[in-house]
């Protein structure tokens, strides 16, 4: 882009005796036609694609071309998604500026920071006082209504909380520990118990295990961290169970990675389950009208997103019935957090009801009314809980 | 349709090309008639496409023009008659641009002073309004003054209008300049080429560059600027800076080059102005068509220097208001044009002596520090948050915070290539006696800048939809 030497003038003057620069010009011509009209060809003959699974989203497919579409301009903007979406070698070229952007020394794409070490990390939400003091009013009333349930909090921390030697430098954050204090001071005003998984993940030694690098989620290693922490606090007694770790996967890119098109790391998944005692489970989809007795769904590991191992995904109501010998019943409000930790729960409760208030339109009431509820655990992770939308109309229901 | 745009670079540059190029017809002549109806036809189509409805408002200033120009010929030698159809014509031009750009605008205004309600609905800006509205001026004057003789065909004088390389951004030819170019103009493979290396390196400005670091200054612009420390104000202002001179004079040489793939010669609308040592040497760098139409049919019209210096410091003044006020409607950019009048006028009459024996260096530094105070007024949405930006730069209360590092860190580098590049350093690189591998390495230079462009394109539409879907 350097304003150069190639003054028009110049050119004119010599044009007629240099032949050799017209042949460069042809020459230059042709190159550029080439990619062009192999590009334009491209469009013409190709088929288009349908799904995008790193965006996670349909792509643009070729406009019809009708009056009415002309007329409101709509053809002109679908035209172009369209050429945007199905150029060719997308995904490669998306990763080719990604890679560039680092060289040239920025740290951010798509709203995730690159940090060190490989570790990938979602942008913080902003702590919206007027929004959390409604959300947290809302939950204390509902907590002395319900004052026979025992209610906790698993808030988690997300993971530049605790590896905040990985960001890149100089990132100014919301602090995670005084937005984690102010919603603790404030639950603690209810009958609701909070369960400080910050204190418990800065207490571990090997940090790096807690989160993926290039997922947004917690590992089972720290599921299983504050699940002994919640326990400890209902004063149940987990001492006699044992859990166990297996490998699933190891090419797992994550939210984050699909995001930033940074794809030179992967992570592993790891589940978690209690193997001893035996407790087994049936896990049935409401909506969706099917039944199952595993809480790890493999197929899933086809696909992209690795977490979804953890229950299927998100549903918004899950019933579960164990063979558990206890009177216990737990409900569930939760986030994609609380996926991997649910499998925990089965020794010690024979009914587990897991309700995603994001996706489920039923009554809360009336979920309450159907089953005779113990314990009661709301699971999220902070940046969901203070964007979140849905929970405080839910508790009204 | 944008020039930096997929549907641009991949189905409509191919498709007009090959129409235009290949030759159907042995006479020049008409093969040439045919080329400007290939070209007209790619202008509408052009055009439509962005702006479908406001077309009509185009071609209306076409029919009304080329007809005001043969009757300003018809009336030829009765000065009387020639005024008066002079003055209906502009008149008719003004007030279209007045409606369509500027009626918001007055009626906001009315509405404040008088305390009314009027319920004015403003129209959308067309695009291009400004730039066509003057191109049709210049040769409406242009005529009357006898400098150019009326254009007796259609086709030649649609073209001048609405041709499309220069439609929606500029440069603002004048007729003048491409009179006989409209009819009959040189096409050589030489050009061709060169205007090739312009459009790119009018892309690769705008694409890579001036998007860039646009999208730093609109993060930044969007924060709490009560708050905000001097250095992120600084770092946000010069992203500004760098952001519209790329972003403009990317598009100027994108026309520039596109006109001379077609065989138009186009004036430079851009030459290194933030190498300028002063405001008066900043304007005859920036927008060089612009600068050049307020002279020559504002400026020279109200007597210029000619009426004793007091009408000169009105002249100055009032151009420069207008100029302003082109920009767009609304009172930040009528202050950004004034407080250039101003500093133009103290250069002229009150620093002139002094600023002669201060070193160039400092000159330079001094002006790029005016003009970027001049961008706050140019980027700020009112003259409130003008105010409390130039109040981060120049009165915070903190000089920097971590933010501020990070975004020195993140966009640094990329900022001083930027800036090295808006001085010209990079001019004639890589610098080779030998022409021929001089060239060889700008095409190969060039192309791979293309491809770049197109990888930020595409890569822009990159829009993950990760977290909701169910």
Avoid at chain 1, 339 to 358: G, Q
Avoid at chain 2, 310 to 326: D, E, H, P, S
């Amino acid at each position: 882009m350097n304003n150069n030497q190639l003054d028009p003038k110049e050119n004119e003057k010599d044009q007629h005796d240099d032949s050799s620069m017209n042949v460069l010009s042809i020459i230059m011509t042709a190159l550029f036609s080439l990619i062009i009209v192999s590009v334009s060809l491209f469009f013409v003959f190709s088929s288009d694609k349908e799904m995008s699974e790193s965006e996670n989203r349909v792509l643009a497919q070729r406009p019809a071309l009708t009056f009415s579409s002309l007329a409101d301009g709509s053809f002109m903007t679908d035209f172009e998604s369209w050429l945007a979406d199905q150029f060719p070698l997308r995904e490669k070229i998306i990763q080719l500026k990604t890679e560039a952007d680092r060289l040239v020394g920025i740290k951010e794409e798509n709203g995730v920071y690159i940090g060190k070490n490989g570790f990938l990390f979602e942008k913080q939400s902003s702590y919206n006082s007027e929004k959390m003091n409604g959300v947290f009013s809302t939950l204390n009333s509902f907590s002395k209504k319900n004052k026979s349930i025992k209610t906790a909090f698993v808030l988690s921390p997300n993971s530049s909380a605790l590896l905040s030697q990985y960001l890149p430098s100089f990132v100014a954050e919301e602090s995670q520990k005084s937005q984690l204090k102010a919603a603790e001071e404030a639950i603690s005003k209810g009958k609701i118990q909070f369960i400080d998984c910050y204190s418990v993940f800065e207490k571990q030694e090997d940090k790096e295990k807690l989160f993926y690098k290039t997922d947004h989620h917690w590992t089972s290693h720290a599921a299983l961290e504050a699940f002994r922490a919640l326990m400890k606090n209902w004063k149940i007694d987990i001492s006699k169970t044992k859990f166990e770790f297996q490998t699933v996967s190891s090419s797992f890119q994550g939210t984050l990675a699909s995001s930033s098109q940074v794809r030179d790391i992967s992570d592993s998944v790891e589940i978690c389950f209690p193997s001893e005692p035996k407790v087994s489970s049936v896990l049935y989809y409401e909506a969706q009208g099917t039944k199952t007795a595993s809480y790890f769904d493999k197929s899933k590991l086809e696909n992209k997103n690795h977490y979804e191992v953890f229950m299927g995904g998100n549903f918004d109501k899950i019933i579960i019935s164990t063979s558990a010998e206890t009177e216990n019943a737990l409900l569930i409000l939760k986030d994609s957090y609380a996926n991997c930790m649910i499998p925990m729960f089965a020794p010690f409760f024979s009914k587990i009801v897991v309700v995603d208030p994001r996706y489920c339109s039923d009554k809360l009431s009336e979920i309450m009314k159907d089953y005779d509820f113990s314990h009661m655990a709301f699971i999220y992770n902070l940046n969901t809980f203070l964007e979140d939308t849905s929970l405080e109309g839910f508790l009204k229901k | 349709m944008l020039f930096s745009s997929l549907t641009f670079l991949f189905a409509f540059l191919p498709i007009t090309a090959i129409f235009y190029f290949v030759p159907v017809f042995e006479r020049e002549e008409t093969e040439f008639k045919k080329k400007n109806i290939i070209l007209l036809l790619a202008s509408l189509i052009f055009y439509a496409w962005g702006e479908p409805v406001y077309i009509v408002l185009m071609l209306v200033s076409i029919c009304f023009n080329y007809n005001i120009g043969r009757h300003l010929q018809f009336y030829d030698g009765f000065e009387k008659q020639k005024k008066a159809v002079l003055f209906f014509a502009v008149a008719f031009n003004l007030i279209l641009l007045g409606i369509f750009k500027y009626a918001g605008f007055v009626a906001e205004n009315v509405e404040n002073i008088f305390s009314l309600s009027l319920n004015y609905k403003a129209f959308a800006l067309p695009v291009g309004i400004s730039f066509y509205t003057f191109q049709a001026l210049s040769y409406v004057i242009d005529v009357y003054r006898g400098t150019v003789k009326a254009q007796d065909k259609l086709l030649p004088f649609a073209l001048y209008i609405c041709m499309f390389p220069q439609l929606i951004a500029g440069p603002i030819v004048q007729y003048n300049d491409v009179e006989k170019q409209l009819v009959k103009r040189e096409i050589s493979k030489r050009k061709i080429s060169v205007g090739l290396l312009f459009f790119i390196r009018g892309l690769g400005k705008k694409v890579i560059f001036a998007n860039t670091i646009g999208a730093v200054w609109s993060e930044i612009s969007a924060q709490d600027l009560n708050s905000m420390p001097a250095l992120t104000a600084w770092f946000g202002i010069l992203c500004y800076t760098m952001q519209i001179y790329f972003d403009f004079s990317g598009y100027s040489d994108m026309a520039l080059g596109l006109g001379k793939i077609l065989g138009f010669d186009f004036i430079q609308n851009f030459n290194f102005p933030y190498t300028a040592t002063s405001i008066k040497d900043f304007w005859k760098r920036w927008h060089i068509s612009l600068s050049s139409w307020f002279r020559d049919y504002v400026y020279f019209s109200l007597g210029g220097n000619r009426k004793g210096s007091k009408r000169t410091i009105f002249n100055i003044a009032a151009v420069w208001c207008l100029t302003g006020l082109w920009h767009g409607a609304s009172w930040n950019f009528v202050v950004w044009g004034a407080f250039y009048g101003a500093l133009l006028l103290l250069e002229k009459f009150v620093f002139a002596s002094v600023l002669e024996k201060i070193p160039l260096w400092i000159k330079h530094i001094l002006t790029m520090v005016i003009v970027m105070v001049g961008w706050v007024f140019f980027a700020s949405e009112s003259m409130g948050s003008a105010a409390l930006y130039l109040k981060a730069m120049f009165a915070s209360s903190e000089l920097f915070d971590t933010q501020s590092l990070y975004y020195l860190s993140s966009y640094g580098f990329i900022l001083l290539v930027m800036a090295l590049s808006s001085f010209g350093v990079f001019r004639d690189f890589p610098r080779f006696k030998n022409k021929e591998l001089r060239f060889l390495l700008h095409t190969a230079e060039y192309i791979l800048i293309f491809v770049f462009c197109v990888v930020c394109l595409v890569s822009d539409t990159y829009n993950p939809f990760l977290y909701f879907r169910f």
